[in-house]
């Protein structure tokens, strides 16, 4: 008897084991999905502020956003003052005192002192006033809209998600604010000063079913590039590894170390200076398409980080150094050129408008200065708001767009500037770029999948070779 009861309790086991064995091999058959994300944007958020149109740019009026987080564990038994010193450098010591005084950085909701000791899980807020850079002012063409998919040919120079000083300047927003499409799924993303073909799941199971075929490679993509030299007729095939040297601004190289890379290249056109190029990536490594021409001596010819001169006559090719990409980022770091606004006088501010140093592209390689901090629902842009009219007048002068977003909140003029007299953005102006400053001759064509193809037209600098492009490239 005990050896029958004995034998039903192991077969209870053995069918249990068998069942979860089941159970995993069914989950490894059905992948799970990563990397999926929906913004989840509401109508709140999107009326922080507007944008207007400046120059042929799209740009943002200032307004204030609250940054918040919960205290790390290096900063417990440290003030309040030195983490923000220490940790926080887009501001100055000064700047943070005035702002924790003010009530602008606060702990647990309450007005804290410079000397206020951080403990576990403290929430901290800080409250600022910001300033985004402009991007070019072309509308969103949207190639496809149905009630799964949204497929764009995104301008260059306008990121996808918010990322450092961009919030609204950003595609997402931009999606939301202007064409009432919210709640979007990302499928992909291309680099910021990258244009074309960009796509968004409205649902959840599209947002599946895409994300599925960019992991198992099942989407074929061809990019076009204008490149530095004479590319070589022949078809190209780069596999060189890629490893990420800075993931805050964004640089990679070449390096044994790295992840496997694979893009072919051929050559369309030469016009003694510069080659039109197609490009079409197996990979989908970080800046792949960017590095590996930059690693075959052939950089995008205003590619504002791989073809920097801090790079030196060769442009990097063959492989660089960890210690030459730091050199570079320091370089980069440095192309920012700003002028203080004399609030007292707006003649002598008009002068040093006309004078100041040009910024170069590098310039929108900016950080958001407050990493640390998560972004939050809390926009009080009506708090403590003023006009200094010496900033409104020299402004104005450059001013000569309509708003974009009537709807979003009263718009009646549009060279109306916010001022903050603690914003350290506000003392300054900033050259506008001009808009080939913002364009890289880098562009997705064509995106295809195992039953469905988008495509977009050539960009302007490619446009005059059209007639001599050949047909898409195939691999050998």
Request: one cysteine or more; hydrophobic letters at 30%.
């Amino acid at each position: 008897m005990a050896d029958i009861e004995g034998k039903v309790v192991e077969s209870k086991r053995a069918r249990k084991r068998k069942a979860k064995t089941e159970s995993r091999k069914q989950h490894e058959k059905v992948p799970k999905v990563k990397n999926i994300k929906n913004p989840g944007f509401d109508n709140e958020l999107l009326k922080e502020t507007t944008c207007y149109l400046r120059n042929g740019l799209r740009c943002v009026h200032p307004y204030y956003f609250t940054f918040t987080t919960y205290c790390k564990g290096r900063w417990v038994g440290r003030s309040l003052i030195d983490v923000f010193k220490e940790e926080f450098q887009s501001e100055t010591q000064e700047y943070y005192e005035k702002a924790i005084t003010a009530g602008k950085i606060t702990v647990n909701g309450d007005v804290a002192s410079c000397k206020t000791i951080l403990k576990d899980n403290d929430i901290i807020c800080n409250k600022v006033h910001r300033h985004e850079p402009p991007v070019v002012g072309n509308p969103l063409e949207i190639i496809e809209l149905t009630d799964e998919l949204v497929v764009l040919n995104k301008p260059s120079s306008i990121p996808v998600h918010p990322c450092g000083r961009y919030r609204h300047n950003t595609i997402v927003f931009l999606l939301g604010k202007e064409h009432g499409l919210t709640n979007l799924f990302t499928i992909h993303r291309i680099d910021r000063l990258t244009s074309g073909i960009l796509m968004f799941a409205r649902i959840l199971s599209k947002a599946q079913e895409l994300e599925s075929q960019v992991r198992n490679r099942q989407i074929e993509k061809e990019y076009v590039c204008k490149v530095q030299g004479e590319f070589p007729s022949e078809e190209v095939l780069c596999e060189e590894p890629i490893v990420v040297v800075s993931h805050k601004i964004g640089v990679c190289r070449v390096s044994r170390d790295g992840k496997p890379c694979k893009t072919l290249f051929k050559k369309i056109s030469y016009d003694g200076n510069s080659s039109i190029v197609k490009c079409v990536p197996h990979t989908g490594r970080m800046h792949q398409i960017r590095v590996h021409l930059q690693w075959l001596g052939y950089p995008i010819i205003n590619d504002p980080i791989y073809n920097h001169e801090s790079w030196g006559p060769l442009r990097g090719k063959h492989g660089v150094s960890d210690q030459l990409v730091y050199k570079v980022i320091s370089e980069l770091a440095k192309s920012s050129t700003i002028t203080t606004i004399n609030s007292t006088n707006c003649n002598d501010a008009e002068r040093q408008k006309e004078q100041y140093s040009q910024t170069s592209t590098c310039d929108l390689i900016d950080q958001a200065g407050s990493s640390e901090f998560e972004e939050t629902n809390s926009s009080n842009k009506d708090e403590s708001v003023e006009q200094q009219s010496c900033v409104v007048q020299v402004m104005n002068s450059r001013d000569n767009g309509d708003c974009l977003n009537q709807d979003s909140q009263s718009c009646t003029d549009t060279t109306e500037q916010y001022y903050d007299k603690d914003c350290s953005e506000c003392q300054i102006i900033r050259r506008d770029p001009t808009r080939s400053e913002l364009i890289m001759c880098l562009h997705a064509v064509s995106y295809k999948g195992p039953d469905w193809e988008f495509k977009t037209g050539l960009p302007s600098w490619a446009e005059e070779e059209k007639e001599t492009s050949s047909p898409l490239i195939t691999e050998k």
